[in-house]
């Protein structure tokens, strides 16, 4: 009996290597030589056979095609193919091209049975918590996503793999501000450093910001910075209110101080003397009021619920109903999935 089952399994051995192994010969046959898909890298690696490289794309499910160059035994793997990337796929002298579905997925040895998503990498493994031989780890960010801000362009070495690189560019009638750069985390997300404002908005840490001197009360000002996407400015710090100061009033000017004042997003209207910022709800935390100020406490005064910025950056406590200026501010958006920043932020992530 024992022997039996001895030459079962040999004869299972057998029928499994010469299965593989014919069906490896059907996988190198169908290497394409002298041909490149160019762009399209989820990652790429170096010294690697090319059989190891194909084993890279094997275990992603993400991975549809590698290219390979021979001299350097250099791998790239890629999210597309020849026919769903035809303009990327060139003649270039030492390069090799394969698909994934020409190699048995039995080279991916127990990750041929793993169910990881698309994102992630198959890892064997001899422990794991749920008992299975592999481990899913993430591979990659995925696609950034674009819009009608921003554009997608390819600069040599771009990738969406972990510890990757991709750029964008802002596009047309969109000031840009960064390098373009957008770097992927071992998380999945994608980090970067670009903002992109509208003709005529200014840029201050990752934030647009735009001075209209349409004069509105308050209310009909909040309106029209919802428009644009926007809200009234809401002024967090000193070094803020300072380059508002130096940027956005520095043209304005008039005889009389109170006549072109400009409105911020600050009130007491729900309590009083007690100052939140209209969109975000939040406190107001730093003040610079200018001397006197706040007084809406005269029982000979308007109510002043309201607070706008005299041409110097102070600030003035007023009736909600005035007619002023405005400024609208807009976090730009985060069209890429990244972390969390804060407002404050202005650093470069990544390499």
């Known amino acids: 009996m024992q022997t039996l089952f001895v030459w079962v399994l040999f004869l299972l051995i057998h029928i499994v290597i010469s299965e593989t192994g014919s069906m490896l010969k059907q996988g190198y046959s169908r290497i394409i030589y002298g041909h490149r898909l160019d762009g399209k890298t989820i990652s790429s690696f170096a010294p690697i056979s090319f059989l190891d490289c194909v084993e890279e794309c094997l275990v992603r499910n993400r991975c549809q095609s590698v290219s390979y160059f021979k001299g350097a035994n250099y791998c790239e793997i890629k999210y597309k193919d020849k026919l769903?990337?035809?303009?990327?796929?060139?003649?270039?002298?030492?390069w090799v091209y394969s698909?994934?579905?020409?190699?048995?997925?039995?080279?991916?040895?127990?990750?041929?049975?793993?169910?990881?998503?698309?994102?992630?990498?198959?890892?064997?493994?001899?422990?794991?918590?749920?008992?299975?031989p592999f481990n899913c780890v993430v591979s990659d960010c995925g696609l950034p996503v674009v819009n009608e801000r921003i554009e997608s362009y390819t600069k040599e070495g771009d990738a969406i793999g972990i510890n990757?690189?991709?750029?964008?560019?802002?596009?047309?009638?969109?000031?840009?501000?960064?390098?373009?750069k957008l770097v992927c985390l071992s998380n999945g997300s994608?980090?970067?450093?670009?903002?992109?404002?509208?003709?005529?908005?200014?840029?201050?840490?990752n934030h647009c910001y735009f001075r209209n001197?349409?004069?509105?009360?308050?209310?009909?000002?909040?309106?029209?910075?919802?428009?644009?996407g926007a809200y009234l400015v809401e002024i967090d710090d000193a070094e803020e209110n300072i380059w508002i100061n130096k940027t956005l009033l520095k043209d304005v000017s008039c005889r009389y101080l109170y006549s072109c004042t400009t409105w911020t997003g600050a009130n007491d209207t729900q309590t009083e003397g007690e100052f939140v910022w209209g969109n975000s709800g939040a406190k107001v935390n730093y003040t610079n009021w200018s001397p006197g100020n706040p007084h809406d406490d005269s029982p000979y005064t308007l109510?002043?619920?309201?607070?706008?910025?005299?041409?110097?950056?102070?600030?003035n406590d007023r009736s909600c109903h005035y007619q002023a200026a405005f400024i609208c501010e807009r976090q730009h958006k985060r069209y890429f999935n990244?972390?969390?920043?804060?407002?404050?932020?202005?650093s470069i992530i990544g390499p």
Not at 164 to 180: F, I, P
Not at 303 to 315: A, E, P, R, S
């Open 84 to 94: 769903t990337a035809a303009s990327s796929y060139q003649e270039l002298a030492g």
């Open 99 to 132: 698909e994934k579905g020409h190699w048995p997925q039995e080279l991916a040895g127990p990750c041929s049975q793993s169910n990881c998503s698309l994102n992630e990498k198959c890892q064997f493994t001899k422990y794991s918590n749920n008992g299975d």
């Open 164 to 180: 990757r690189a991709m750029h964008v560019k802002c596009s047309k009638q969109h000031v840009q501000l960064g390098s373009g």
């Open 190 to 205: 994608w980090v970067y450093d670009i903002t992109c404002c509208d003709e005529g908005w200014k840029e201050y840490r």
């Open 213 to 228: 001197n349409t004069k509105l009360n308050q209310i009909d000002a909040t309106n029209a910075c919802r428009l644009l």
């Open 303 to 315: 109510i002043k619920d309201c607070v706008d910025l005299f041409y110097n950056g102070t600030w």
């Open 338 to 346: 990244p972390l969390p920043r804060e407002k404050r932020d202005n």
